[in-house]
């Protein structure tokens, strides 16, 4: 793990890309002083003050600690059972997800909480959108690409960051 400033091209062109798939009311006004703890050269966590964003190889999500962000989101409620599997690793797959509160399109940003406490146990890309989703009775439905427990969220844990 290593910890750099993001330089200003870079960070510029991260806001761009979040700007395409995000709310702009989700997003900093500004991204001078962008920070990132890389994992690896695939995972990271880049923060600017209370901001906190996962990327995981070309792909952006919020952070799950960050509450604010997660709840600007689609999202879809899952079976308790499948909460397990999921917080392994796993995508979400259709027999487990039970409701459907929220429209999303393909390829969006779409968050997991379990149906028992409402928790975002996962954030992830929606392989379908919301209504295909709905009529299909198996198959993957969100790729998962941050979970409670996975490797950027242990590395925050032992940073303090959360």
């Not at 459907?100 to 954030?123: H, M, N």
């Not at 709905?134 to 969100?142: D, R, S």
Request: charged letters at 30%.
């Amino acid at each position: 793990m290593r910890s750099r400033s993001v330089p200003r091209e870079e960070a510029e062109e991260i806001y761009t890309q979040l700007l395409k798939k995000w709310a702009k009311e989700v997003l900093p006004k500004r991204f001078k002083g962008l920070l990132a703890l890389e994992l690896d050269d695939r995972r990271a966590l880049l923060m600017l003050d209370d901001f906190r964003v996962v990327r995981v190889g070309d792909k952006f999500v919020p952070f799950l600690a960050d509450t604010k962000r997660v709840e600007a989101f689609p999202y879809v409620i899952v079976d308790i059972s499948a909460v397990r599997f999921i917080c392994n690793g796993a995508n979400v797959m259709r027999p487990g997800v039970k409701a459907f509160p929220t429209i999303f399109r393909k390829g969006d940003v779409v968050v997991v909480k379990d149906e028992k406490y409402q928790k975002a146990v996962a954030v992830g890309e929606a392989s379908v959108s919301s209504e295909e989703a709905q009529q299909l009775t198996k198959g993957p439905i969100i790729i998962n690409l941050h979970y409670v427990g996975d490797k950027i969220w242990e590395m925050a844990k032992e940073k303090g960051i959360i």
